[in-house]
């Protein structure tokens, strides 16, 4: 989830808190309901906010996991690539080797 999404969704939490709020205040109510009106509104939206987070945090750690996954498995394939190409490389080196001591001892012989 982008900045701007959970800046939104904050954005829209902290609105509708305070619209409840705000609405409760000029409700026809005693003081004392009006506290506690307020009160669990405070609550519900703290827990909602906390369920978001949490929601958000499980998302992240997600696709962190995902993309570390992918990037070793990149990494071992590049690994074993390369690992491939030295093999190769030590192979064509032991060739001319050879041929350089047969010619050495053509070269000897003669």
């Not at 958000?56 to 990149?74: H, L, V």
Request: overall charge positive.
């Amino acid at each position: 989830m982008s900045s701007s999404n959970n800046n939104t969704i904050i954005g829209l939490a902290t609105g509708a808190a305070l619209g409840a709020v705000t609405a409760l205040l000029f409700a026809p109510d005693t003081g004392k309901n009006t506290r506690k009106k307020i009160k669990a509104k405070v609550k519900d939206t703290k827990d909602d906010l906390a369920e978001r987070a949490n929601k958000i945090s499980e998302e992240i750690t997600s696709k962190f996991n995902s993309q570390k996954t992918e990037f070793s498995k990149e990494i071992d394939g590049l690994v074993e690539d390369m690992s491939l190409k030295a093999d190769d490389v030590i192979l064509t080196l032991e060739k001319k080797l050879e041929m350089m001591r047969k010619r050495n001892e053509k070269i000897n012989a003669n």
